[in-house]
Nanobody, 121 residues
Framework: QVQLVESGGGLVQAGGSLSLSCAAS????????MAWFRQAPGKERELVAT????????YYIDSVKGRFTIARDNAKNTLYLQMNSLKPQDTAVYYC??????????????WGQGTQVTVSS
């Protein structure tokens, strides 16, 4: 089982920046595409960005394109999300996880506790 520990969240004013990190245990990190997700109060968890296992291909949802950057360091088993020009609608708990099946999310890649990002207007 992989343990995921997100960190770096906090309270920031609109227009500010935050850098999130996700540390993964074990030897599987470098074999999987990884992703950042977020869940706002009263809403379902949504995909924010993905990165392939080599780190040279990324995907972003439209609402964060040009503002967020996903990156990874396989040697450190760490995933990153640089968030700039933050908006109040970015307020959510942010989670990292592998791009995999729901079955694996329930077994090998269990969700971490997430990190709270709050953007004030």
């Amino acid at each position: 089982q992989v343990q995921l520990v997100e960190s770096g969240g906090g309270l920031v004013q609109a227009g500010g920046s935050l850098s999130l990190s996700c540390a993964a245990s074990g030897r599987s990190f470098g074999k999987y595409a990884m992703a950042w997700f977020r869940q706002a109060p009263g809403k379902e968890r949504e995909l924010v960005a993905t990165i392939n296992w080599t780190g040279d291909r990324t995907y972003y949802i439209d609402s964060v394109k040009g503002r967020f950057t996903i990156a990874r360091d396989n040697a450190k088993n760490t995933l990153y999300l640089q968030m700039n020009s933050l908006k109040p609608q970015d307020t959510a708990v942010y989670y990292c996880n592998a791009v995999t099946t729901e079955e694996e999310w329930s077994s090998t890649w269990r969700w971490g506790q997430g990190t709270q990002v709050t953007v004030s207007s």
